[in-house]
């Protein structure tokens, strides 16, 4: 009989594909426990998922983890002409100007599970456990509230390493190729060794086939068609002249396919096997199936292959989960709550963005510096999310899966023209690349002042209204645009969104205006005076010493000429000082011209008044919480109230 042991976590992340690895990056920035289990001995080698949206590139870059992943790309539209052949009909823009600094970037879901190992080695807190089967998972419900309890028991045994376990349906190349070392053994258990893990919490990033969802008996509910792709990543031998530019394909005779270069040589085809109503032997399926397939899309132009990086086959459908927890204990996120076809590109982005979203809070509740309330607005956010993507997915994939058969009737969908799809995709720009994902009311996003009936029934958020048109282009629930402002001390160019790291911090963003204009230098003064009492919110969440790791970070940025303002006309609150480190002089910043990059009219940008200027609250994930004027320290302190703990010297 296999020994057992006992031990205690914080937090137990079961996957450590891209949504548990996310997780895992969040929990390596605050002072838990944390482990980080696989079935798998190493990470995913190459295919699977392939693109990297734009805000999950910023998401990235707030770790320290963007270099490398970016390549800028854009996205062309290749439709049949009446006599069977191919024709250009359209050429879009992946993504529009000034949407986000980054662009897509298309690169294997290996390689960013590898940042995420070098990540995570280079913080040093966390580190995956592979060749681990999870066997049983108990959850005591009385205990769900009990601060420090440890509710969720989960068996693990640690499996015969060598043996990749996979759902992956077919690949060209040894499994162990190229993955590298990036594990340890279960906690130094020998194989077939059995743990009994005690965790307060639990996040199931298991994938579409997902354990821990059917051990909560769960289920995903949606929409499944007879519709079969297959998917290979090869290098193409072919005359086709757009092979280097991503298209869609549709033939009038023999289906459609998508095509997307990739990283190395190498290009992704999606080839449509099946349409709706056919049988499909996908037993009978191989890489020379496909490409078969391919050469008939692709005529009068030629594709062969000698070099298949890995291919394998999905059936399209839509499918999310009734609840993304279960009391707020249990988390599931990724493929484990939703699932779809893979041809926006957003199944890693969105799995990702999953647990980007829980993981802050999850981290913030369990070194005590956030109340549990806010773990409930990962279900109302992310299945929101999710809900939109599939209603996106359905209409994306109605149009790529298009019946060839003669004398089929078409729905409105399947009708639509290149130019039709180019306008919904226009439509739908901001949410596809994940920068325009916005949240709703709640404990975490104060209600706007803009008139917009909005559904909440928490009464609590009655008295915090956020004053939306100070920043009319900085929208209430969603991640704050990212322009250019310069160092007040030493004139270096930076990117907001550069300060904002993903680092467990809040920031009161101060715009400060006109600081030249006496009324508003006396505003700025006053709100400076009120953020030092030794009872401010900011003492109050972060200790007595403001200086050193503060929970709420203030950055000033001001609009006044930059060399007609000093650093020390502003209040110390503005710009901390430390004994050993001196002032701080990466928290002032001003819209202004640099004379080498130009000028980026932050401002403007925002919607904000140059001379009233106002404070913006962001979350620790870049969204926007809440807007008001400098004088609102009342609604400051009450938005973070329902937040955050005091910091043990109030207590």
Not at 251 to 269: H, K, Q, W, Y
Not at 418 to 423: E, L, Q, V, Y
């Amino acid at each position: 009989m296999a020994s057992s042991t006992l031990s205690y976590t914080d937090l137990l992340i079961i996957g450590a594909g891209p949504a548990g690895m996310m997780a895992a990056a969040w929990a390596s920035q605050y002072n838990i426990s944390t482990r980080i289990i696989d079935k798998n001995d190493a990470r995913t080698p190459t295919g699977h998922a392939d693109g990297l949206q734009a805000r999950t590139l910023e998401i990235l870059d707030s770790f320290g983890g963007a270099d490398g992943l970016w390549e800028k790309g854009f996205h062309e539209l290749e439709n049949p002409d009446e006599n069977g052949g191919i024709r250009r009909s359209q050429r879009v823009l992946s993504q529009k100007r000034d949407l986000s600094r980054f662009s897509q970037a298309i690169i294997n879901q290996g390689a960013v599970e590898q940042n995420f190992i070098d990540l995570l080695k280079i913080n040093g807190r966390v580190q995956v456990e592979r060749c681990v089967v999870t066997e049983q998972l108990i959850f005591d419900q009385s205990n769900k509230d009990a601060e420090n309890a440890y509710p969720v028991t989960v068996e693990i045994r640690a499996s015969q390493p060598g043996k990749k376990i996979s759902d992956m349906k077919g690949h060209c190349q040894s499994d162990s190729e190229g993955t590298g070392n990036d594990s340890r053994a279960m906690n130094g258990i020998d194989h077939g060794s059995i743990e009994i893990v005690k965790a307060k919490y639990v996040i199931g990033c298991d994938g579409a086939h997902s354990w821990t969802r059917r051990k909560l008996g769960l289920s995903l509910e949606g929409k499944q068609s007879d519709h079969i792709w297959g998917v290979m990543d090869i290098i193409p031998l072919t005359d086709f002249p757009d092979v280097r530019q991503s298209c869609a394909i549709h033939s009038a005779t023999c289906g459609s396919l998508m095509l997307v270069p990739r990283e190395d040589r190498l290009n992704r085809f999606y080839i449509q096997l099946s349409q709706e109503g056919q049988t499909y032997d996908r037993t009978k399926v191989t890489p020379k199936t496909m490409l078969r397939i391919a050469q008939g899309i692709m005529k009068p132009y030629k594709i062969d292959y000698r070099y298949c990086d890995w291919w394998s086959l999905y059936q399209i459908g839509q499918r999310v989960a009734p609840e993304f927890s279960v009391d707020n204990r249990i988390f599931l996120a990724g493929d484990a709550v939703h699932t779809h076809s893979p041809k926006l590109g957003q199944g890693m982005n969105v799995s990702m963005q999953d647990t980007y979203n829980l993981g802050w809070k999850l981290g913030a509740v369990l070194s005590g510096r956030a109340q549990r309330a806010i773990l409930q607005t990962y279900h109302s956010e992310r299945r929101q999310v999710a809900l939109d993507l599939l209603a996106a997915d359905e209409l994306f994939s109605r149009y790529y899966t298009r019946d060839s058969a003669k004398g089929s009737t078409l729905n409105k969908a399947d009708q639509m023209d290149a130019s039709d799809f180019a306008a919904i995709r226009e439509e739908l720009h901001g949410f596809l690349s994940g920068v325009g994902v916005s949240y709703g009311p709640s404990v975490l996003v104060a209600k706007s002042n803009d008139g917009v009936p909005v559904d909440t029934n928490d009464n609590e958020l009655e008295d915090i209204i956020a004053k939306q048109d100070l920043a009319a282009n900085i929208k209430l629930g969603a991640r704050i645009p990212s322009f250019k402002v310069l160092n007040q001390a030493c004139a270096t160019p930076v990117h907001l969104a550069k300060m904002l790291k993903s680092d467990g911090r809040w920031r009161l963003l101060v715009f400060a205006g006109d600081l030249k204009d006496i009324a508003q230098a006396r505003r700025v003064k006053e709100l400076g005076a009120a953020l030092a009492t030794p009872n401010s919110f900011l003492r109050k969440y972060s200790g007595s010493d403001q200086a050193v790791d503060p929970a709420i970070e203030v950055l000033t940025i001001h609009s006044s000429p930059r060399i007609e303002v000093e650093l020390f006309d502003l209040d110390d609150i503005f710009h901390p000082y430390d004994e050993n480190l001196g002032w701080d002089y990466w928290k002032v910043f001003v819209d202004d011209v640099s004379h080498h990059e130009g000028f980026d009219d932050a401002y403007y940008k925002y919607g904000i008044d140059k001379r009233e200027g106002c404070v913006v609250v962001c979350r620790p994930d870049q969204h926007v919480g809440y807007i008001g004027a400098l004088e609102d320290v009342g609604d400051m302190e009450r938005y973070f109230s329902r937040i955050l703990v005091p910091h043990k010297s109030f207590l």
